[in-house]
């Protein structure tokens, strides 16, 4: 598997000063599968950076997969700007959970209606098929695929991909500390992401921050630390950057979950999730 990060900060877009390394696109990231299927998690503002690679490298998506963990804007908003969508031959497949009284396709479409963008979404549906996981796992061209729902105010997806032994899994807009009377403990999110090959978890905000905002469905670097420790990831890869955090203040986050995992004598790698940046798994 390869895996590639489009878009890696929470919330808003947050270009500018200070922002250069990590980048300032909301999430979306890529993997491209031994066999080449291709698996989008989420159509953030890094979804269009995605799209325009796809036309100029003359890429067509045949078959391929946009799992969708929930619909706040930051991980919708690229959506109607990803060109490969418009173009006839192209043929995705949209996984995502659906509301009580919307279905998937309503939920996806109603972004592109007026007065909220010029473009109908009778564009780009002949290009996109709908589809529902099965709760016990699903099998994709040799991929098994489990998600499970996060702490989070919007239903949120998180999700696990494995390709023979190799694990990713993806949790994004999780408040692991959760103290809600219905959230799930962190113990329960360890057995969904064990042994994990790469964790990419929500890491918004340091310790200091979350005591502030609680309830906003975001964790702290140290809880995604506690999380990769409890499920024996191999390699923690924080994620969902905070808008207001520069560069400077993200490498201190990452420094920070090394230097308790040594002072734990945690056997961990760490890095934090950047924009464009890829890698084989
Ligand atoms: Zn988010």
């Known amino acids: 598997m390869r895996l590639k990060f489009w878009g890696t900060r929470g919330s808003i877009p947050s270009p ?24 989008i998690v989420d159509a953030g503002t890094g979804v269009r950076e995605l799209g325009n690679y796809m036309v100029a490298n003359n ?12 619909f706040h804007w930051d991980h919708i908003q690229g959506l109607p700007f990803f060109v490969p969508a418009y173009t006839l031959g192209n043929e995705f497949f949209v996984v995502g959970v659906e509301e009580d009284k919307e279905t998937l396709r309503q939920i996806v479409s109603s972004q592109m209606k007026p ?38 105010p919007q239903k949120t997806l998180a999700f696990r991909f ?55 469905g975001h964790s702290s670097n140290m809880d995604a ?36 995992a040594n002072e734990k004598k945690i056997d961990i790698a760490c890095f934090a999730a950047r924009d464009y940046d890829s890698f084989d798994i």
């Open 16 to 39: 500018g000063c200070g922002r250069e390394y990590y980048g300032g696109n909301t999430p979306c990231l890529e993997l491209i599968t031994s066999s080449g299927l291709q698996i």
């Open 59 to 70: 890429i067509v998506a045949k078959n391929s997969y946009l799992f969708l963990t929930h």
């Open 115 to 152: 007065p909220y963008f010029p473009v109908g979404f009778e564009a780009i549906e002949n290009q996109l098929n709908f589809l529902n996981l099965f709760p016990n796992g699903s099998e994709i061209e040799g991929i098994k695929v489990y998600f499970t729902h996060t702490n989070h």
């Open 162 to 216: 494995e390709e023979g032994r190799k694990t990713v899994t993806f949790m994004t807009d999780c408040e692991l500390s959760s103290h809600a009377k219905d959230a799930r403990p962190i113990e329960f999110f360890a057995e969904f992401c064990k042994d994990s090959d790469y964790l990419i978890v929500d890491a918004q905000f340091t310790e200091q921050e979350l005591c502030n905002r609680s309830g906003w």
């Open 225 to 260: 630390l506690k999380l990769a420790s409890l499920s024996r990831s191999k390699t923690l890869i924080l994620f969902h950057h905070d808008p207001n955090h520069d560069d400077e203040l993200i490498d201190r986050m990452v420094k920070d979950v090394i230097s308790s």
